[in-house]
């Protein structure tokens, strides 16, 4: 299988191979929101859990989106991603159009207002992180695909269909990849 060139950088995505077997990163795509010397770390963007913000956060405005499972480590604690940059103010821009975090009150208030669509922000439960190399090894084992983000793609409220779309999108023998069961054994 032919790979892409690009190497990890943070605003890029993390496309997992079609056969990973790692339960938390199988058919993940995740955008990296740091990338250098010490490690990595970035958000699972297409795991949905069942439980609601405003079941989780004490005052939260009733948002009936879904909360991801941003990665394994630190999954008692919340983060957000977003397009609105100086609207909420505070938060890092990731690449252009996309933000993490920010001044968690304005979240509040701009969802209590209805301020905030389905498409501009993501919550997530925890975030996946990577010791220094520990990333680049599983490059050399062929474990993810590096590509660009396109932030309409990656903030669309069907996130379940993330990883087909984005496989779909690198063309070639990827394409059909995405069609693939994810155990080929039961095919």
């Known amino acids: 299988m032919s790979k892409k060139s690009m190497q990890?950088?943070?605003?890029?995505?993390?496309?997992?191979?079609?056969f990973m077997k790692d339960p938390y990163f199988k058919r993940s795509v995740v955008i990296l929101v740091d990338h250098n010397e010490k490690g990595s770390f970035g958000f699972i963007l297409n795991k949905a859990i069942e439980l609601k913000i405003y079941d989780a956060v004490i005052d939260f405005p009733e948002y009936t989106e879904p909360i991801y499972l941003g990665g394994p480590v630190a999954t008692d604690q919340l983060f957000y991603i977003h397009t609105l940059g100086d609207k909420i103010g505070k938060g890092v821009e990731i690449t252009k159009g996309l933000w993490w975090g920010g001044d968690f009150k304005k979240v509040k208030m701009l969802i209590r207002k209805k301020e905030i669509?389905?498409?501009?922000?993501?919550?997530?439960?925890?975030?996946?992180?990577w010791d220094a190399e520990q990333l680049d090894k599983e490059m050399k084992e062929n474990s993810w695909i590096v590509t660009e983000p396109k932030i309409n793609v990656i903030m669309d409220p069907k996130a379940n269909e993330l990883w087909p779309k984005v496989?779909?999108?690198?063309?070639?023998?990827?394409?059909?990849?995405?069609?693939?069961?994810?155990?080929?054994q039961l095919n």
């Open 8 to 18: 990890p950088d943070k605003g890029k995505l993390l496309i997992a191979e079609p």
């Open 117 to 129: 669509g389905s498409d501009q922000i993501r919550f997530f439960v925890g975030y996946a992180g």
């Open 167 to 184: 496989i779909r999108s690198l063309g070639g023998e990827y394409k059909m990849m995405a069609n693939y069961p994810e155990d080929p």
